[in-house]
């Protein structure tokens, strides 16, 4: 085939597209297939809001969250009626998909007024201008709106609002340093102390009177502690190691935090299975004297693993424990600890992970998600923190994330299935109650989309691999298949149903969307990604370590072509992030399988990653070795390759350098860039873009019988 790099171009919101009329995005209209089968258009599929920042008033029963509506965020809220009965409203009424976020969600210590930062990209610190507006890039903002209703009022530039318990003042933070307003009458912000470091990890005093944070060095960080009635800051034991997550005693005398040695982190890209053990400290909070109260084991479990739906990995109990997470018998499971020091007792038993947890209001009690007894899945459980047997309280077929304890103790959390979006319900007794019903669009296609199929096969070096198998209503003739790859990995594992992590959810649509229009789509839990424990994911050669993980590209590759409904010779391969590395790895590693392939924002050449770091010229050429620019010799079959020009996370260089060694190598190539969009897509718009671009693109390279032809 010719190469398409440089012709063709149409202009469409602010996206450039660029190839074959194949890139054609599809309208709103609705075509009947071959089939009889309605087809469905990405706008249907991805109608839904998206529910997220669900978070506890400090008082009374209310919770809140965000809803992302079609690209506009706005902020809602839900609390007892005069007859117990709970009434979710809408706080904020922001309409349009113009790519400004809104994250952060906190609560003033009155339960009467929500924070939150708007605008801006990674938590409202990054400058984006996703719009293309002449005004240029913008942060994010400090907001905040009264349950009581009324307008919302900007405070400032600024993000991570932490409001005292006492309702008195907000603290936030600004280009990384400490600013404060009053709680009741905002004025202008005040800048609290200057710090010679970045500041973050904000923590108050159970009497609001002191604020525990962290300052993050050049290569370590340290705790410090701002005295509001004397204006002074108190180090915490200070070393050179990377202190983080301090968390006050029930009285306020004492504070943990977790210590982990000064290279943690350095390891990037690469299997990172060891280390110098990582310790807990504890510290008297007034005069800065500290011990460390437990250490890590070397091995398996030496590298501390948080949970990363949680904003936070360490938890101080009513009786004084301290419950915390630890991967020392290779899954990550809590553990409780005295603050004194002594062994570690294991609070939730099974080769299972743990992901997210948030401790009530009196310190008893534990709500947190894990896959425990179904590891394709993840539900909410409960433990007591002083003893007992963990409870689990929500069971399905779907996913149940993200829980929340209110001050009345009553227990609410992200749900989604199959063929219904993810939403936030209250856990009553073995229910789940859907919060905001209302909102679910009146006609979403649930019954036109397939209930995915767990599946499991062997990679080629025989190891276990998990999937979900998106198999075409109706399909009883031989045609295309597609593989699919999530990003992350480490902090990612895909599911049979709408996902808690918002790209997840787009990608989830996405496949969706494909199997409507025809293509059988298996989604990979491939190794390196969460959930199924560490040798899973931590394999010795991972990524730029050796790219252990072309061994489940090709076991999934082989299960595929060996189903009776499949024809090998049309198996496509598309993901985004790391899933669009592997979609590269596969193309240039294994081309004799593939005919086509989609790589959004994947990564082509470790060696000129962010943050890459190789010790030594051995392992730089592992790294170059382990990326598919280096055995483009191989390369045969076409590719779309798509990325936004102001990603951070994964610079467009990766995909520059990529097309460019293509085109010289006659490899037919297509792209779509969007201008001034970020690694995980601001503007809701860009994800139907991305989902239209991918099937149009197959629809042309693959041709699959019976699918919808929507043009222009």
């Known amino acids: 085939m010719s190469d398409r790099y440089s012709k063709g171009r149409w202009k469409l919101g602010g996206m450039l597209l660029a190839g074959s009329a194949a890139l054609a995005i599809s309208g709103s209209s609705v075509v009947a297939s071959a089939q009889g089968a309605r087809c469905l258009t990405i706008d249907e599929i991805a109608s839904a809001p998206f529910p997220y920042d669900l978070v506890a008033a400090p008082q009374g029963g209310a919770v809140a969250w965000i809803y992302n509506e079609r690209g506009a965020r706005n902020i809602w809220i839900t609390e007892p009626g005069a007859t117990g009965k709970y009434i979710a409203r809408r706080l904020t009424n922001y309409t349009a998909d113009d790519g400004i976020d809104i994250n952060g969600l906190s609560w ?51 993000q991570g609002a932490s409001p005292s318990p006492r309702s008195d003042i907000v603290v936030f933070l600004r280009r990384n340093q400490p600013f404060w307003i009053d709680d009741s009458h905002p004025g202008k912000p005040v800048q609290l102390f200057y710090d010679w470091g970045q500041v973050s990890d904000l923590s108050w005093s159970p009497d609001g009177t002191r604020l525990a944070f962290v300052s993050n060095r050049s290569h370590h960080s340290i705790i410090g502690v701002y005295d509001f009635p004397t204006k002074t800051i108190r180090w915490l034991s200070p070393g050179i190691d990377k202190d983080r997550e301090p968390v006050w005693s029930p009285d306020g005398q004492q504070i943990a935090f977790l210590r982990l040695p000064s290279d943690s982190g ?36 030496s590298r501390f693993r948080e949970l990363f739906n949680s904003s936070n990995s360490l938890f101080w109990t009513a009786g004084n424990r301290l419950v915390f997470p630890w991967e020392v018998t290779g899954w990550v499971r809590l553990y409780s600890l005295p603050f004194s020091g002594g062994m570690p007792s294991l609070l939730t038993p099974g080769q299972s992970e743990i992901f997210g947890a948030e401790l ?96 499991t096969f062997e990679a080629a070096d025989g190891r276990v691999v998990h999937g979900q198998l998106f198999v075409p209503k109706g399909r009883k003739s031989k045609g295309p298949a597609l593989l699919f790859f999530h990003g992350g990995p480490t902090n990612r594992q895909a599911f ?13 649509e996405a496949n969706q969307y494909l199997a409507n229009h025809g293509y059988i789509v298996l989604s990979v839990n491939y190794r390196g990604g969460a959930g199924y424990g560490f040798e899973f994911r931590e394999p010795p050669t991972f990524g730029a370590g050796g790219s252990n993980e072309l061994n489940d590209i090709i076991g999934a590759a082989n299960y595929i072509i060996s189903r009776s409904d499949i024809d090998p010779e049309r198996l496509g391969i598309w993901g985004g992030s790391y899933g669009g590395r592997m979609t590269s790895l596969a193309l240039a590693s294994a081309p004799q399988y593939f005919a086509a392939g989609v790589d959004y924002a994947g990564i082509s050449n470790w060696v ?3 943050g890459f770091f190789a010790p030594d010229e051995a392992a730089a050429k592992t790294a170059f070795e382990s990326s598919p620019m280096a055995h483009m010799r191989s390369w045969r079959a076409p590719v779309l390759l798509m990325h936004g020009d102001a990603d951070t996370n994964v610079p467009i260089e990766q995909t520059t350098d990529l097309a460019t060694a293509l085109r010289d190598k006659g490899v037919a190539v297509d792209y779509l860039m969007i201008p001034d969009e970020v690694h995980f897509l601001l503007r809701h718009k860009s994800w139907n873009v991305i989902s239209d671009a991918t099937r149009g693109y197959f629809d042309r390279q693959l041709k699959p019988s019976g699918s919808c032809r929507i043009g222009l």
């Open 108 to 158: 003033a210590g009155n339960g009467k007024t929500l924070f939150y930062t708007r605008g801006g990209n990674a938590g409202g610190q990054e400058a984006v201008n996703p719009m293309s507006l002449p005004s240029g890039p913008k942060a994010g903002d400090i907001w905040f709106v009264s349950v009581d209703g009324g307008r919302p009022i900007r405070v400032g530039e600024g």
């Open 360 to 455: 009530n209001r009196t310190r008893t009690q534990l709500v947190y998600s894990s896959n425990q007894g179904d590891i394709d899945r993840r539900h909410i459980w409960q433990l007591a923190t002083e003893g007992g047997s963990p409870h689990q309280l929500t069971t399905s077929q779907g996913v149940e994330d993200f829980p929340v304890i209110t001050a009345d103790d009553h227990v609410f959390g992200l749900r989604g299935e199959a063929r219904s979006p993810m939403r936030p319900v209250m856990v009553v007794g073995k229910q789940m109650v859907d919060l905001a019903p209302s909102m679910m669009p009146p006609n979403f296609p649930s019954a036109g989309l397939v209930e995915p199929q767990l599946i």
């Open 608 to 610: 000129k990653m962010p």
């Open 496 to 508: 049979a149903s709408w996902d808690p992590f918002e790209t997840h959810t787009h990608l989830y």
């Open 266 to 301: 350095d390891r990037q890209y690469v299997s990172d299975r060891e280390g110098y053990p990582w310790e807990i400290w504890v510290a008297n909070s007034k005069t800065g004297e500290g011990r460390r109260i437990w250490q890590a084991n070397r091995g398996v479990g």
